[in-house]
């Protein structure tokens, strides 16, 4: 299978400062405009024939292991405490899952802000802060 890497598109290069990773151009793109791109990006490298839900959802999973991968080994500790190689890579693996989450989200007609602000409020009901503070147990 093969996995395209579409964040070069947008997420190129960074500046690393001790404790933070600023973008040297900083992004005001909205999803819409990232999605525009990223359908634009595909189109002209006649890449949208491998676009499918399929493809893409396992694309992303792919991102996400390998985001999960930086942190394996680590402690809790050191989990929250990346060092700056560290956390440049783990920004490029989230730009990895974020661009490949809305993609997705494009090829099936999803608005990715209207589903988290959605499934927030089912959230809310599911886990009332007075009846779970503190626990990290699942409910259904």
Not at 19 to 47: E, T
Not at 57 to 66: K, N, R
Request: negative net charge.
């Amino acid at each position: 299978m093969v996995f395209l890497y579409l964040y070069t598109l947008v997420f190129t290069h960074f500046i690393v400062k001790p404790g933070h990773l600023i973008m040297s151009k900083p992004s005001s793109l909205s999803i819409d405009q990232l999605q525009d791109k990223l359908q634009a990006f595909a189109r002209v490298r006649d890449w949208e024939q491998f676009h499918s839900p399929k493809n893409l959802s396992m694309a992303l999973t792919v991102e996400a292991g390998e985001l999960q991968e930086i942190f394996q080994w680590l402690t809790e500790e050191q989990s929250r405490n990346l060092d700056d190689d560290q956390r440049m890579q783990a920004a490029q693996e989230m730009a990895d899952v974020l661009l490949y989450l809305c993609r997705m989200a494009d090829v099936l007609d999803v608005d990715l802000l209207a589903a988290a602000a959605s499934k927030l409020e089912n959230n809310n009901r599911r886990y009332p802060a007075e009846e779970v503070r503190g626990s990290a147990e699942k409910r259904r």
